[in-house]
């Protein structure tokens, strides 16, 4: 699954542009599937509020959750003809789709493979950060990077729309490990929960050296 964050469209304004003057809004149910792993490619959507969460289901069952997606952010990018991964609201949300034809054949064609190449960068970036994440950092780095994470994409709100177990499928964690990592660093004075998904960085220095 490729996305484009709001900032790094900037640079993209025509695809952009035809996205929020064509696009179709919709709203989308907590829960509700946007599109389904392995069908056509055939949309690309945007974020307008709410969040967004990928997943793939493995052979033998288990989910992987490869993304979380929040307001300005474009999903639905694949280099390929079919999505890797199905798309899921995390709670309820509003996106913008286009039909990726519509990009294609108009002004925007060039902006949308310039996008696209600067997409899939960004993922290859990404894919290695996460890789690095999962095989060599401690759990407790591990959600700490990815609180981190929240707090630099939402612009600090500290806002988490996804559950524990989303979060633990994402950091190849279980559930009860995932919990215990957030008790630690509340119980640290790192981060401070006001509600079950609300938090804020008390101690911004050791946050960034937990991630780092």
């Known amino acids: 699954m490729i996305a484009i964050t709001a900032t790094q469209g900037q640079g993209n304004g025509a695809a952009l542009a035809v996205i929020e ?7 989308v149910t907590k829960d509700a599937e946007i599109y389904v792993q392995s069908e056509p490619v055939e ?5 307008v509020s709410g969040a967004v969460r990928t997943t793939r289901l493995l052979s033998d069952g288990r989910r992987q959750v ?4 929040f307001p300005g952010d474009v999903f639905g990018l694949e280099t390929g003809p079919e999505h890797r991964y199905s798309a899921e609201a995390l709670c309820d949300s509003v996106v913008l789709s286009v039909k990726r ?3 294609r054949s108009g002004e925007a064609s060039a902006e949308l493979d310039r996008m696209i190449w600067e997409a899939t960068a960004h993922e290859l970036d990404r894919t290695q950060d996460h890789l690095l994440m999962l ?10 990077s990815f609180l981190r994470g929240v ?3 939402t612009g600090g709100q500290g806002d988490l729309p996804m559950t524990r177990q989303d979060i633990a ?5 279980t559930i009860e490990t995932v919990s215990r ?3 630690q660093l509340q119980s640290s004075a790192v981060v401070e929960f006001d509600a079950l998904r609300h938090f804020r960085v008390r101690n911004p220095q050791a946050l960034e050296r937990l991630a780092a």
């Open 135 to 144: 095989g060599r950092k401690t759990a407790s780095e591990r959600v700490a």
């Open 66 to 69: 490869g993304e979380f997606y």
């Open 21 to 27: 003057r064509l696009g179709t809004r919709e709203s």
């Open 169 to 173: 499928d994402y950091l190849g964690l």
């Open 101 to 103: 034809a519509t990009l």
């Open 151 to 153: 707090i630099q994409r």
């Open 43 to 47: 949309r690309i959507y945007r974020v």
């Open 181 to 183: 990592m957030l008790s």
